[in-house]
Nanobody, 119 residues
Framework: QVQPVESGGGLVQPGGSLRLSCVASGFVFSVYDMSWYRQTPGKERELVAAISFAANSTNYADSVKGRFTISRDNAKNTVALQMNSLNSEDTAEYYC????????????WGRGTQVTVSS
C-alpha cells in the first residue's frame, strides 16, 4: 500500500519558516514526479510546487516563488518543501502528491499536514 506521509506542519508567526517533509515507500520513488498542494476550506486544492522525477525541473505557484523551495532525495524516498517568509495567506492544509512520470493515472495523495501562519 502506497501512502505518502507528510510532516512538519504547525503554527508559525508571519515572516517565519517551516520545512515540510513527505516520506513515501512501496514503489520506485525515482520514477515519480512529486508535488505539494494546499487547500483551505471552501477552495479548490492548488498546486504549490512540483519537482520532476529526475529533479531536473521544478515549478512553483506565482504566490510562492522566491519564498518556497521544493527538493527531493531519491535515496531516502523523501520530498521536502522549505517555506520562508510565511504570511497568513499560506495558511492551509498541505498535501504531498506522487505521480508516475509517464503513467499519470498512477498517483497517490498524502493525508495532509496543517500549516497555520498567525501572530
Amino acid at each position: 500500500q502506497v501512502q505518502p506521509v507528510e510532516s512538519g506542519g504547525g503554527l508559525v508567526q508571519p515572516g517565519g519558516s517551516l520545512r515540510l517533509s513527505c516520506v513515501a515507500s512501496g514503489f520506485v520513488f525515482s520514477v515519480y514526479d512529486m508535488s505539494w498542494y494546499r487547500q483551505t476550506p471552501g477552495k479548490e486544492r492548488e498546486l504549490v510546487a512540483a519537482i520532476s522525477f529526475a529533479a531536473n525541473s521544478t515549478n512553483y505557484a506565482d504566490s510562492v516563488k522566491g519564498r518556497f523551495t521544493i527538493s527531493r532525495d531519491n535515496a531516502k524516498n523523501t520530498v521536502a518543501l522549505q517555506m520562508n517568509s510565511l504570511n497568513s495567506e499560506d495558511t492551509a492544509e498541505y498535501y504531498c502528491h506522487v505521480r508516475h512520470f509517464m503513467y499519470y493515472s498512477v498517483e497517490y495523495w498524502g493525508r495532509g499536514t496543517q500549516v497555520t501562519v498567525s501572530s
